[in-house]
């Protein structure tokens, strides 16, 4: 560790040197003015005290403010103990009857020390083999000068941003506490264009608006009307984090968090172009209970000279710690399918009965009469498995196997489900013994209905059963209102209990793909049994009304942003009406659908339309059978958030399995995948990501010359043709299209 005593005033010149290493600039009549340069010195961060002695940060790109000066602090409600009560010497007070205790100024210095760090470290599965974590670190420790409480900031400022969290250290006058407001600013030099959901803190599930910053209250209310079973919106100025903006010059600024533990999930209310943390209240619209020591996650502002760099940054990822599984020899990649799409669209059902109330401990399935629907079937499970195992699959998930979903959703009940016991028709022993003669592993599907307390009841006993019959994967869900009521999705409650979910999973050696669960922070680095987290609007939604193409390709600059998605695509049939009668059309080409397959990261990656849809169209099929899910390296070719994304990828040799393994064990292969909005565009891309002097066949899954999402979606071509690293291709999308390419060295 570097102390640094140089004193230097503060002259442009001075300044332009300062960021060649982390040095004190000047002086303010709060403290010094600390300059925290990136490792390449293209960023840097200024940190000082004001005159009120409250800290304030500010961010700047090559000498072009980037975040003006941001306050940075709490509102917080004094020393609170025994969950939110405090005897006051003759009454007890609830946190709201506590005066208020502004923890944001009034600071001293008590020391500042600067850290350098460079890693190279391999993910257990990912975009890439390794991944560099290199950066400058500031600690900026601070005393309350009326109390003596603490409080530290610590920056770290990559080459790609800067992230920056609160600690709170251990032996001082503050322990128990809670949280009013996190006062943490985001004071965006510029009216930036943003891509933005709507802030709320139970659902994400939205749609993208693009908005300058200014215009977020005018365009929010066109964006709220958009069906969840569990939403709760705060403010007109409110949005969701990542939040991907570009500044007037063409720089890409994405607001996040990483390594969300124990602390309630952080939102943003925009003001004009200044954006403040707006955390998730708890029950009683308190915003986080803490004792010291512990920490915040860290902010994060990503700061890139383009899309594509955007996209590369791994700064999420490097501010989560490192794996804490010891062995993680158990955890791979899944392609699978599943008993699900006929549900979602309305062909079939989850539940056994049409009974109007079911009590799991006196109702009698034997006995009752079947609706006839139920898609979890014995037979109809048999036939994925079939279709699976024929196509080198690795896995299926069934939904609606186990009993309780005639009352699953909005009716807030509490013993709901069991999460052991399957409905008469679908025989456990016998499909897990059928799926494993076949290669072919159940995923589990535990849908809690978001009756929490239910689910941790039950949890250890379920997690057993999948034991028992060799599941290793499971899809868990939270739809509608988390009881007990009043907690809500992204609340510190919830955050700890989807963890939880994770750690005791990971005891049991099961992998878990959460849906409806807080938006990820990159804490798949340390926990890489969480393989899926839905946390977005994802493909069902093409069956609630469809979505708009540009959708996807703003989800890498945003949900992904955090971690891999469960977005279920692969569909093949956009006609519901035809199928089911299902009103909705899924705007999206077949060439589109199988574009995602590479420009939507996952591990988890699933066919999600039914094997008779996939029937007529095999040779398209047949990029979903090669497509790998884990990647040694990708290139973003080309990409602008609502635009159009281009992605190469290279697939790792030792994660291979079924019929990704045939088409790629031992061979040098590629995959591109391309998506456009609603807007036809040419896809341009040299191939010098090949090996050089090697001659690739490659197989072009293309949208056909008259295809289009909405008049003719199923229209495609399919050419095959011998390149090279000196080549290029040009592909057509069509409107709401993409393409799909595999390359393999002859
Ligand atoms: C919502 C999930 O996103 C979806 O995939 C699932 O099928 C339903 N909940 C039922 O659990
Ligand atoms: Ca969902």
Redesign the pocket.
């Known amino acids: 560790m570097k102390r640094f005593i140089v004193l230097i005033s503060l002259t442009c010149a001075l300044l332009a040197g300062c960021k060649t290493q982390p040095a004190q600039v000047a002086h303010t009549p709060g403290s010094d003015v600390l300059v925290l340069p990136s490792p390449n010195e293209m960023l840097y961060a200024k940190v000082y005290l004001d005159q009120d002695g409250a800290p304030v940060y500010e961010l700047f790109h090559a000498d072009t403010p980037v975040m003006l000066p941001s306050a940075l602090g709490f509102e917080l409600r004094g020393t609170v103990k025994y969950q939110g009560l405090e005897y006051s010497g003759s009454e007890i007070l609830k946190p709201d009857e506590l005066p208020p205790y502004m923890f944001n100024s009034g600071f001293e210095v008590v020391d500042v020390t600067f850290d350098h760090f460079d890693e190279t470290w391999e993910p257990v599965w990912g975009e890439e083999k390794s991944i560099r974590n290199h950066y400058n670190e500031m600690l900026f420790e601070l005393r309350h000068k009326d109390d003596g409480k603490l409080m530290n900031i610590r920056f770290r400022m990559f080459d790609d941003g800067l992230g920056f969290r609160y600690e709170f250290p251990d032996g001082q006058p503050l322990v128990h506490f809670v949280i009013k407001e996190e006062l943490t600013e985001f004071n965006c030099a510029q009216d930036n264009l943003a891509w933005w959901i709507p802030g709320d803190f139970d659902s994400q599930e939205y749609e993208y608006a693009t908005s300058k910053l200014s215009e977020i209250p005018e365009v929010f209310p066109s964006r709220t009307n958009q069906y969840n079973s569990s939403t709760t919106l705060y403010s007109t100025g409110g949005v969701q984090t990542s939040l991907q903006m570009k500044t007037p010059e063409g720089l890409y600024v994405n607001i996040h968090e990483a390594a969300l533990v124990d602390y309630p999930c952080m939102h943003l209310l925009a003001e004009g172009k200044n954006l403040r943390s707006f955390l998730t209240p708890d029950a009683e619209g308190w915003k986080g209970r803490l004792e010291t020591p512990c920490v915040t996650p860290w902010r994060t502002i990503q700061v890139a000279e383009s899309a594509v760099k955007q996209l590369e940054s791994r700064m999420i990822l490097n501010l989560n710690e490192p794996c804490a599984l010891d062995d993680v020899s158990w955890i791979h990649p899944v392609k699978y399918m599943g008993v ?1 799409w006929e ?2 669209a309305g062909a079939g059902s ?1 539940d056994y009965t049409n009974a109007a109330s079911v009590k799991l401990d006196s109702f009698d399935y034997a006995a009752a009469k079947p609706n006839g629907r139920h898609s979890a079937n014995n037979a109809n499970v048999r036939k994925y498995i079939d279709f699976a195992a024929a196509n080198g699959f690795d896995a299926l998930l069934i ?1 609606g196997w186990n009993i309780g979903w005639e009352e699953w959703a909005n009716c807030n009940k509490d013993y709901v489900f069991d999460f052991l016991t399957p409905y008469p028709d679908f025989d456990i022993d016998a499909l897990n013994a059928y799926a494993h003669s076949k290669g072919i592993k159940l995923v589990m ?1 535990h ?1 809690t209905s978001s009756s929490v307390r239910n689910y941790e009841r039950h949890m250890e006993a379920a997690y057993s059963l999948m034991n028992k019959y060799g599941y290793d994967a499971v899809k868990s ?1 939270y ?1 509608g209102d988390i009881q007990p009521l009043g907690e809500r999705h992204y609340g510190q409650w919830m955050v700890n209990h989807y963890l939880y979910a994770v750690t005791e999973a990971a005891k049991h050696h099961i992998m878990v793909n959460a ?2 669960a807080v938006r990820p922070t990159g804490l798949c680095r340390t926990y890489p049994n969480l393989i899926g987290n ?1 946390s977005a609007r ?1 493909t ?1 939604y093409q069956a609630f009304g469809g979505t708009v193409p540009e959708h996807v390709t703003i989800l890498p600059f945003t949900r992904l942003n955090g971690g891999p998605m469960d977005f279920t695509p692969g569909i093949f049939e956009q006609n519901l009406k035809e199928w089911c009668g299902n009103d909705s059309h899924v705007n999206a080409t077949i060439a589109n659908q199988l574009g995602l397959y590479v420009t939507m990261y996952s591990p988890l990656q699933m066919a999600a339309d039914t094997p008779e849809h996939y029937a007529p169209f095999m040779d398209a099929f047949q990029f979903i059978k090669d497509v790998a899910v884990d990647w040694d390296e990708t290139r973003y070719l080309a990409a602008e958030p609502g635009d159009l994304l281009v992605i190469a990828r290279r697939p790792k040799q030792s994660s291979l399995s079924g019929s990704a393994k045939a088409f790629s064990a031992g061979r040098d292969t590629w995959f591109v995948g391309g998506v456009t909005d609603e807007e036809a565009r040419t896809a341009d891309f040299a191939l010098d990501f090949l090996t050089p002097g090697k001659t690739y066949e490659a197989v072009i899954y293309a949208d056909a010359p008259d295809a289009d999402y909405e008049k003719n979606p199923q229209a495609y071509v399919i050419t095959r043709r011998n390149v090279t690293a000196t080549d290029s291709i040009s592909v057509e999308m069509a409107r709401g299209g993409g393409f799909a390419i595999s390359l393999r060295a002859l």
Request: charged share 35%; proline share 0%; no cysteine.
């Open positions: 699900w549900m979602i989850w939904e599907h849908e869900g739809v849906h409806e839905e994802g069902e």
